[in-house]
């Protein structure tokens, strides 16, 4: 009880002295002008996940743009192979729907889906009890099935897993790379990217040529058959090139390293708060406070320019959109590797 009488006053003191941390905000010096939407959406997006986007009613929204496919009532898209397109509900229950919308697989889980992933007849799955699955789903059968540390929380952004050749690699929500061997159904290697019980998941995962790139909320992690780098910083989001990598912090920086996560340059946009990516010949960043600031890979200039609204709800971005509640607008600009 000692410890309550002292956190009172404390508390009270942070109360009537008006402590709380207040969130600044990011102010331009400068606009480059004012973007307008191109067009609207049927209706509003309500989830978001890396590859995709679920509109209110149940369309979805690929890095091709809004499909005419309709997922139920109560599911959120969770990733696409082939015209077949995967969503998952609350009540623990997984559907693969074709381009007609019918729906030719269901499954029920123990725990919630946490992320998903599909290529061909094989179904890779991250639980939010971060147990994960593999599973031929011409047979139903359970190919590999691995259940991992308890976690406590987790970071909304979570990495799908993702199909090589013949590996697949999990992205577990206690921030590993489970390297499966698709031949025998096997785990091949562990990597640990930065393992904690609480928000350390894995946010991004993607490959390259023979480089992996994975991040948690904290840590970077490069990897080739021949060696592994780390950069520690508080991550937002990544983007991976042919032989660099962006790296966007919460602090409101963009760090541009070689392969191996060696600092070449950074820039700082002060109180900035990064929410979406649109990149190309230029890099375009979405700001939490309505603004785009657009960058050359080099981060030698940039520009910023006026969004028609804050960012207050999900966004989606594809190679050349910006996806926002009910409306978009498009860049003329395509990405490149």
Known sequence: MKYIKYLLPVIALLVLSGCGTKRQNFEPTSLSGEIEYDGSLPSSIVDVVRSGATLENGQIITKDGLLNVKIPEGYTFQGSNNEKYIATSQCSNLIIIDKNSKTIYKRKFDSVVASASLKGDMLAIVLGNNSVFLIDVKTDKILYKKSGDKVYAHDSKIAAP????????????DGKLLIIDLKKNNLLRAIVVKSEKFFSNVIYLDVIGDRLVAATKKRVVSINPKSMAFLDEDVKDVIILDNRVLIFTKDGRVILTDADLKVL??????????????????????ERGGYMIATDLNLISSNVYELPDDIDSFVFTTNDKLFYKDKYFKLGKTREK
């Open 162 to 173: 993702y199909f090589l050749t013949s590996l697949l690699i999990f992205p577990t929500l």
């Open 265 to 286: 340059k950074s820039k700082k946009f002060k109180f900035a708060s990064f929410v979406g990516t649109i990149y190309g010949k230029f890099v375009y960043i979405i």
